[in-house]
């Protein structure tokens, strides 16, 4: 087994950060690409390379109380719930019309019920606090 040294190491998170930070801008202009679950890869990437670019993404403007939102309380908004499932329906439609192979729409669908599954059964909001 090969061992990677730290900064090795460093270097790899901080390209897995920039690179899922990268797909995550691309799917907020493309329908078909998810954004926040990149996003959240590149927190984690960031988190173990380089403290600056995990502090600037988990404080962004538009995107750090999603962020938040998800590493504190794993809360999905009820808006990102209706967005994944509806565009993980529309690929499968699409997938369908394009007459991908059988075992390529099987395999397809069922990673996408698992996500979806996953997804819809998290919170929405914060949990109130009770005293």
């Given at each position: 087994m090969v061992k990677l040294s730290h900064h090795t190491l460093r270097w790899i998170y901080?390209?897995?950060g920039?690179?899922?930070?990268?797909?995550?801008?691309?799917?907020?202009?493309?329908p078909i690409m998810p954004t926040v679950p990149f996003?959240?890869?590149?927190?984690w990437g960031f988190s173990k390379s380089s403290e600056r670019f995990h502090h600037w993404l988990y404080t962004h403007k538009t995107y750090g109380p999603l962020l938040q939102d998800w590493d504190q309380h794993r809360v999905?908004?009820?808006?990102?719930?209706?967005?994944?499932?509806?565009?993980m329906t529309g690929s499968m439609l699409i997938m369908l019309y394009l007459e991908i192979p059988f075992y390529g729409l099987i395999s397809a669908g069922i990673i996408?019920?698992?996500?979806?599954i996953y997804i819809v059964t998290r919170p929405s909001r914060k949990r109130e606090k009770t005293t």
């Open positions: 901080l390209i897995i920039w690179v899922a930070l990268s797909l995550g801008v691309i799917g907020a202009f493309l996003l959240i890869v590149a927190l999905i908004p009820i808006w990102g719930k209706i967005w994944a499932v509806t565009a996408m019920t698992s996500v979806g």
